[in-house]
């Protein structure tokens, strides 16, 4: 069973950086494809970075070009590096690991950008 533990959510002002990390248990990190997604409140959970085992990278529109997404196989982690923060960021931000057939989720960490 994978455990997803992510951390360095917390509040900020706009035009601000955090930088989120899941430390991912078991020993399928570096075959998996890991993934950033993220939940505003009364909006659906909506997918904000992917990287892929060979560390090929995408992003939803919203953030392209200001965060960046990056794994690291032998701490078993992934990041999310987030710069010039703007209100609408505001959400929990959820890891998501995936190789076929399983999936796995973390249990989320709260990112506040106040204006």
């Known amino acids: 069973q994978v455990q997803l533990v992510e951390s360095g959510g917390g509040l900020v002002q706009a035009g601000g950086s955090l930088r989120l990390s899941c430390v991912a248990s078991g020993t399928i990190f570096r075959l998996s494809v890991m993934d950033w997604y993220r939940q505003a409140p009364g909006k659906q959970r909506e997918l904000v970075a992917t990287i892929t085992s060979g560390g090929v990278t995408d992003y939803a529109d919203s953030v392209k070009g200001r965060f960046t997404i990056s794994r690291d196989n032998v701490k078993n982690t992934v990041y999310l590096q987030m710069n010039s923060l703007k209100p609408e960021d505001t959400a929990i931000y959820y890891c998501?690991?995936?190789?076929?057939?399983?999936?796995?989720w973390g249990q989320g960490t709260q990112v506040t950008v106040s204006s």
């Open positions: 998501h690991q995936r190789r076929f057939p399983r999936e796995y």
